[in-house]
């Protein structure tokens, strides 16, 4: 039953040592179960203050907190989402599950109110924006050559705004894109053409392809644009960095479930696309924050880009979520999807 769990569990002895972990435990702290049995939490696990160390140092404590910052091994800190709950009939053993701060929602299959927001807002301004353009156009007519730079400009920025409420009303819609079987490898190609057309400037995209991944069950052309959204920010990430690169590795991975209620069932998501570049990553202050909207670390950022990647990654029963390699000094989003029948 504990393999069978999307979240991270990990099993504990009255004394704190690790008894039995699962697979989303393992993936979340990046070791296995055999380096993980029979070692004490505290030497893998660490939280921000002490009252949670002091609840767990009880036995018998019923918690839950969100967004504690928990530091594995040596790794930078991470916020997460923890649970804490004695075993019954088992004095002193204890369950203790981990969740990515922002996950729940997506796992759960709920629609962010954050989400809807945007679609009633687009639908208020597009009228007018309209009029302004039209009105633009028949000023340009009766005004001098020197002074249509004018009108251009505001039918271009108009134009500007336009395109950006049509992305918000994608984040707002509530009906999915039907799915259906698609041949993975192809779909990435596909996405890296569009990006290297308009130019990698100097970045190498590295391909690390499984090829006997079976078909996915996806949205083709949405899982085309999450790409591309992905792959555009890598490039444009890294591109000043020495040797810049970006690679694209897909594999089989096992354990990881979505527990989709809206489904009336649990799905698997055996495979895995992995966008990896060597940039110097995303502000540490964001990256808790960056799938929701309006959040950016660009300087010119709508922050529209993976609000929508989320959403349409979530549209198609899958997961995404973002990691941060420090010692080795790359950043990675992963896409988990689920196999075609």
Known sequence: MLNSLGIAVLLLEPDLTIAQSNPAAEQ????????????????????????LTSFLARGDAQLSAHSVATRFLEGPPVRLDIMLSPVIGYHGWQLLT???VGTGDILRGAEEPSLRAPAILAHEIKNPLSAIRGAAQLIARKVSDQDKSLT??????????AKLIDRMQ????EQADPVAPCNLHEIIRR????????????VDLIEEFDPSLPPVLANEDG??????????????ACKNTENPQIILRTRFVSGLVLNAIRLGRPIRLPIEVRISDNGPGIDPGLTDHIFEPFVSSKKNGQGLGLALVSKLVRDMNGRISHERDEAEGWTHFRIHLPLAK
Not at 152 to 161: H, K
Not at 170 to 173: D, E, I
């Open 98 to 100: 981990l969740q990515e």
């Open 28 to 51: 979340l702290i990046g070791l296995s179960v055999r380096r993980l049995v029979g070692r004490k939490l505290g030497e893998i696990v660490t939280f921000e203050g002490e009252r």
């Open 223 to 236: 899982l085309v644009q999450v790409l591309i959204n992905i792959i555009t920010n890598a490039r444009d």
């Open 152 to 161: 251009t400009l505001i039918t271009s920025e108009v134009d500007r705004i």
């Open 170 to 173: 994608r984040l707002g819609r």
């Open 191 to 202: 996405a890296a053409d569009v990006t290297k057309a308009a130019g990698m400037q100097g």
